[in-house]
């Protein structure tokens, strides 16, 4: 059974950091591609970005520059750095692959707020 555990949201100030990690189990973890979304109250879930097994990434355009994507298959989790966090950021992040089909974690809050 595929398990994502996701960790490290909070609340932070504008400007700040925060990392999240996803520690996935029930799957061969290097061979999958892994994805962060997140889901605004009161919005659709969005994509966010992904990393493929061999290490390409893409982001969403709202985010280029500021977040990077990264993975450990030695520890079977997957990263997000994100950076110059805005209000707008302030979202429950979520990590999802597919194992024939769409597994997703529990999710993380993350608010940005002074």
């Known amino acids: 059974q595929v398990q994502l555990v996701e960790s490290g949201g909070g609340l932070v100030q504008p400007g700040g950091s925060l990392r999240l990690s996803c520690a996935a189990s029930g799957m061969i973890f290097s061979t999958n591609a892994m994805g962060w979304y997140r889901q605004a109250p009161g919005k659709a879930r969005e994509f966010v970005a992904v990393?493929?097994?061999?290490?390409?990434?893409n982001y969403a355009d709202f985010v280029k520059g500021r977040f990077t994507i990264s993975r450990d298959n030695a520890k079977n989790t997957v990263y997000l750095q994100m950076n110059s966090l805005k209000p707008e950021d302030t979202a429950v992040y979520y990590c999802?692959?597919?194992?024939?089909?769409?597994?997703w974690g529990q999710g993380t809050q993350v608010t940005v707020s002074s």
């Open positions: 999802k692959t597919r194992v024939g089909h769409d597994y």
């Open positions: 990393i493929t097994s061999g290490g390409s990434t």
